[in-house]
């Protein structure tokens, strides 16, 4: 019976492929300020371990591999050579390995800490932390966090399993993507709250100086921001889902699968800090599930080069905005005021004449920074996601907006499926905007010319003047109703 045949013989295959996994073992050491790690394979052994020279979300080459010290490799618990060469991220072990220890020290980055032990308490961002032996990247891997010092507790939003040892927290993860791709804290002084949203468990993990912050109006405006969200999308595409809130902590904000990690001051308000919250957020959807081809799926080796950053990030901070806005956390007017703002800020920049929004995105790799080029591709994206919204939403009589774009692109790019090419978001602007669509999203994202605000804004009812965008009072009825229902979800 062949049908039978095959299917025994895909079931080994499933059974080999479970039997085979690798482990890793994370552990503080507060006296030097490293992590202590271990990576252990089972099956055959491996002739090459590698470190990611960068992490998702943050587009700069870092080289994790050229921090690690004390690298050791093992085989059937004999100790091997290993040689290094030009590439800082490799190490080849001509005999085979089956296991790595080393060291890494605590460092922050731009957007996140890459790690930082103290006496009581560790986070670690995956890609600087845990590396993957060759060929072995899409098996279950196991991770083992060391709940030091006693009483620790670990979070991270990758699935739990049981431990047979008390001192360590264990997950697991079907691969090495989704391993690096949800951060742990482990500590003796973390704050939680757990809510649940859609059915499904959310929680604020409030760590570092956390002691007197207040977690409730948090999960409250963040349950607000997460139905609005899911408003757009028709579901939440996790499991769990975690803000990991790094209270007093450096850099800014990373976003994950199923979590992010944010740097708040102590201080921090809802009001000063949800449209912060809102961006990581909508990163859950736009980056870490709508992705460019250059990203589905990533190659840690070298630079993922896109047109898309324009996208990716400031089409994230449009929506992290406007969807404040729909949930009642922001005002209208307040919001078409920083709108206001930006556009006078991208009016001071005389780089808008030679940089285009896509070339500032593809070339962040050589610039280092979001702004590198002249052109900051968080500031004008925004803008470009603005007009976008507002030009469908002429076109079509308020019929459609950007949200429509936004859901197609994530159908098209969701459960794995193979990213966006180049050209399709100017293709889904025109099939739900018209052809009109097509002109606006030339200028606006591929030539380094003045944003066709003019075309835009009279027909929709706003009006901007010297940093100020507003509604217009001598704008047509037709024009003021548009206006008025952004940016609120169409029928
Ligand atoms: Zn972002």
Known sequence: MPFRFFAAMGLLAVLANLAWAATYTVAADPSSREAVVEVEIDGAPSKEFRMPAWAPGDYRIV??????SNVKFFLNGEEVQSETGADPNSWTIAAGADRVTYRVPSRTSIFTEDLRVSANEMFFNGPAVLGWFAGRQNEKHTLRVALAPAGAVAYCALDPVDSPDPKFAMYTAPDYDTLIDAPVVVGTAIRAKEFTVHGKPHYIVAFNRASNFDLDPWASAATRVIQETARIFGELPYKRYMFLFDIGGPGGGLEHASSTRMALRTNATVHSSIEFLAHEFVHTFNVKRIRPKPFA?????????????????????????????RAGLKGRAETLNSFG?????????????????????????EANNSAGFGIDYYLKGGLIGLMLDLAIRAETKGERSLDDVMLALYNESKDGRVGFSETRIRELCVLFGGSALGDIYDEAVLRAVEMPWQQVLPRFGLSYDRGRLQDDPFANPDAMMLAQGWPYRTP
């Open 297 to 325: 799926p990533y190659d840690y080796t070298k630079p993922a080069m896109t047109g898309a950053l324009w996208w990716l990030e400031g089409v994230t901070d449009y929506y992290a905005r406007i969807i404040c806005v």
């Open 341 to 365: 703002r930006d556009m006078f800020l991208l009016s001071q920049q005389s780089r808008r004449f030679q940089v285009s929004a896509d070339e500032s995105s593809r070339r962040v790799w």
């Open 63 to 68: 080289n994790f591999g050229s921090r690690l």
